[in-house]
């Protein structure tokens, strides 16, 4: 079975905190995603991975940077976080190839006070 | 880039089909349909897709036209676990390895006892 797996389901941290998001997948998939979900925008795109090391911004990269160097495991990282990064982070995965289906992991609810 | 429309809400009764309009009538040659379900305080589980032909698997049923305009979206026995929101997503953009996958409104589904 699928299973995309992430560190926190919820999170409290401060203004100008460096937050740290981890994302475990364990169905050897080269493309990992991370997205934020906010009432009314549906999901964004914030980066993206389609091997290790390697990272391509997505629609709403600032604020933002990810690290990958294991095949399995891909970090969202706030620099320093603001009180509008509060939101839901989703993170998923899936192997090459246009037509393939993302698979999510549960989500972390993060709040910035 | 393809949008779709679903209606904002449905009910079901337990144990009947429920079945799910999609209108994507501007979608292109190569876009595929997708259907994900988001239950609350989870993240989106993918359900099924499909290019042009009808496609089955253990969860739902996919029956797209032939014009390719417009998708339902089949579970042939609901059950209350089924309450969910579902999303039809016309695949909006393909970069070289991923997907960035754009979430609508979707259709609350409310299967009742």
């Known amino acids: 079975d699928v299973k995309v797996t992430q560190s926190s389901r919820y999170l409290v941290k401060r203004t100008g905190e460096k937050v740290f998001l981890e994302c475990v997948q364990d169905?050897?998939?080269?493309?990992m995603f991370w997205y934020r979900q906010d009432p009314g925008l549906g999901l964004r795109l914030i980066y993206f991975?389609?091997?290790?090391?390697?990272?391509e911004k997505g629609d709403i990269p600032e604020g933002y940077s990810v690290s990958r160097e294991k095949k399995e495991r891909f970090s969202l990282i706030l620099e320093s976080a603001s009180t509008n990064q509060t939101s839901m982070y989703l993170c998923?995965?899936?192997?090459?190839?246009?037509?393939?289906?993302?698979?999510f992991g549960d989500g972390t609810r993060l709040s910035i006070l | 880039d393809a949008k779709t429309t679903q209606p904002t809400s449905m009910d079901c009764a337990e144990g009947r089909a429920a079945n799910l309009p999609c209108n994507h009538s501007t979608i292109s040659g190569n876009e595929y349909v997708y259907w994900y379900r988001q239950i609350h305080s989870q993240g989106p589980q993918y359900i099924i897709h499909?290019?042009?032909n009808n496609e089955t698997n253990e969860m739902a049923s996919l029956i797209i036209t032939e014009d390719r305009k417009s998708s339902t979206l089949i579970l042939p026995h609901a059950t209350l676990r089924d309450t969910a929101v579902y999303y039809c997503i016309v695949m909006v953009a393909v970069y070289n390895y991923g997907q960035n996958f754009v979430f609508g409104p979707g259709t609350r589904l409310s299967v009742l006892p």
């Open positions: 991975s389609y091997d290790v090391k390697m990272k």
């Open positions: 499909g290019l042009k």
């Open positions: 998923a995965s899936s192997t090459p190839g246009s037509n393939q289906p993302q698979h």
């Open positions: 169905m050897d998939h080269e493309n």
